[in-house]
């Protein structure tokens, strides 16, 4: 896919006679107006609303996912369940990958179930299949490529074909692909949504979500949901998040190099099954991969083969530089064993896997660092 044309967002704000390069971070819940008129005129007429800082991060996701509207929420959680929210009601019926992110697929099983409506997952890489699944009252299918944990990448376009013809509203989270490397939008999908906290935002300390689209009449709604729920973002979250933005791709191109080095280095370890990243050839996804993004990143996943008694807890103490965490997409390394996280179909791949499951993150130490901090990890889960 071709890489989409990318800018710097620069502000110049004249306020007291001076220029400056950032928006001014406001932190004001109320807005002081000079008339009656101007107090029920147009908006914002709160803090929560958003002031400036909140419409320049808006107008830079407008860019790098190439939408018309945008929709702050305060972290990405959040911003997936505003955007299904504002695509079924009660009575209806959404489909969801099997490789969703945990917390999301379980919005989709126990909170939209108490709101009226029924969920039901699907294999991410079930492509034109998905026609087999909808029902008479499916309103929405949820997409999220690669899927969290275990890397799978949806045919897109055949899923969002698919839903056009019979009116059924396609939505992506877009975390991994950042925008800068893939653009759900432009593939067919009505609403792309994206964890701020993770590359947005580059530095592990900030979170926020954002919502995008182009399609007519998902502003209206997005905007009306967000005002009834309260939903908003903080405005030094949303300051950090616009900063990020501008290093994004500058951050992503050294994560990807970091991670495919990385990648191809485990892949060759005896100790690992498996290398999870659709950049590799060896990727059962990696000619979709290419067809629809242009780049990956450092987040990848690795089955390991069965391991010793103890195996786990030594490799993982015996590392300083991959620390355990989560979250994703700052300046540090992490990795984290992900076996209690995987809430699967039954008969996925992951009932016929060779042993447990780590998801690792490639921060932007020296790749040589990050060898030998692994190697160490290694040598100590076998015992020596």
């Not at 911003?79 to 009575?91: D, E, K, M, S």
């Not at 055949?158 to 925008?179: L, P, Q, V, Y």
């Not at 990385?262 to 990696?286: N, Y």
Request: hydrophobic letters at 40%; aromatic letters at 6%.
């Amino acid at each position: 896919m071709k890489q989409p044309e990318t800018r710097l967002i620069h502000t110049r704000m004249e306020r007291l006679g001076r220029a400056t390069v950032n928006p001014p971070v406001e932190r004001a819940s109320t807005v002081l107006f000079s008339t009656e008129e101007s107090l029920y005129g147009p908006k914002p007429t709160y803090g929560r609303m958003g002031l400036t800082v909140h419409r320049e991060l808006e107008a830079a996701m407008n860019a790098l996912e190439g939408a018309t509207y945008t929709r702050l929420a305060a972290n990405g959680l959040q911003a997936c369940t505003l955007a299904i929210a504002a695509c079924v009601r009660n009575g209806d019926h959404l489909l969801f990958p099997d490789s969703a992110y945990g917390p999301t697929a379980r919005f989709c099983e126990r909170r939209l179930p108490a709101m009226g409506v029924k969920a039901t997952r699907f294999d991410p890489r079930i492509g034109a299949g998905i026609a087999d699944l909808i029902q008479d009252n499916t309103k929405a299918i949820f997409l999220e490529s690669p899927g969290s944990l275990t890397f799978e990448i949806s045919d897109t376009p055949a899923i969002t074909e698919i839903a056009k013809a019979r009116g059924i509203r396609t939505i992506m989270d877009n975390t991994w692909g950042a925008g800068l490397h893939h653009q759900p939008l432009a593939l067919g999908v009505d609403l792309s949504v994206q964890a701020l906290t993770k590359y947005a935002a580059g530095h592990s300390d900030a979170f926020g979500g954002a919502v995008m689209t182009s399609t007519p009449g998902m502003a209206g709604r997005l905007e009306a949901l967000s005002e009834d729920w309260g939903i908003s973002l903080a405005p030094d979250d949303a300051y950090l998040c616009l900063r990020g933005l501008r290093t994004l791709k500058t951050r992503l191109k050294a994560h990807e190099a970091a991670g495919l080095e990385i990648a191809h280095w485990l892949d060759g370890r005896p100790e690992v099954s498996e290398v999870l990243h659709p950049a590799l050839p060896s990727s059962p996804d990696h000619a979709l991969w290419q067809r629809d993004f242009s780049g990956s990143n450092g987040l990848i996943g690795v089955v390991l083969n069965p391991l010793p008694e103890g195996g786990m807890e030594r490799f993982l103490d015996a590392m300083h530089l991959f620390a355990m965490g989560f979250s994703w997409g700052g300046f540090e390394s992490l990795i984290i064993p992900c076996d209690e996280q995987l809430t699967r179909m039954k008969g996925s791949w992951t009932d016929a896997r060779a042993g447990p499951l780590l998801r690792v993150h490639v921060g932007l130490e020296a790749t040589s660092d990050l060898i030998a901090d692994l190697e160490a990890g290694f040598k100590a889960m076998a015992g020596s």
